[in-house]
Nanobody
């Protein structure tokens, strides 16, 4: 069973930065598209960012464009989300996700999930 484990969450002031990391146990990580999603209290889980297995393409939610950067390291089997200029509305549990199905990146059909890490941005 593949496992994704997030780390790097915490409490920061508005305008600050955090870098989230996702470690994957699966040997097929290099062929997974990776994504980040978040869920705030009382709200549905929403898409944040995604990157293809070869890092040839990436995409972001409009709300984080210019502030967040997704990356991956296929040697270390990790994915990261660099979050700069954080805002209180970024407060949420952030989930790492992966998918391996054909076209899953384009359709954002991620089916492997980590357990989440809390990001809290104070104002």
């Amino acid at each position: 069973q593949a496992e994704l484990v997030e780390s790097g969450g915490g409490l920061v002031q508005a305008g600050g930065s955090l870098r989230l990391s996702c470690a994957a146990s699966a040997s097929t990580f290099s062929r997974y598209s990776m994504g980040w999603f978040r869920q705030a209290p009382g709200k549905e889980r929403e898409f944040v960012a995604a990157i293809t297995w070869n890092a040839g393409s990436s995409t972001y939610a409009d709300s984080v464009k210019g502030r967040f950067t997704i990356s991956r390291n296929n040697v270390e089997n990790t994915a990261a989300l660099q979050m700069d200029n954080l805002k209180p509305e970024d407060t949420a549990v952030y989930f790492c996700a992966a998918c391996s199905g054909y076209g899953c990146y384009a359709s954002l059909k991620f089916d492997l999930w980590g357990q989440g890490t809390q990001v809290t941005v104070s104002s």
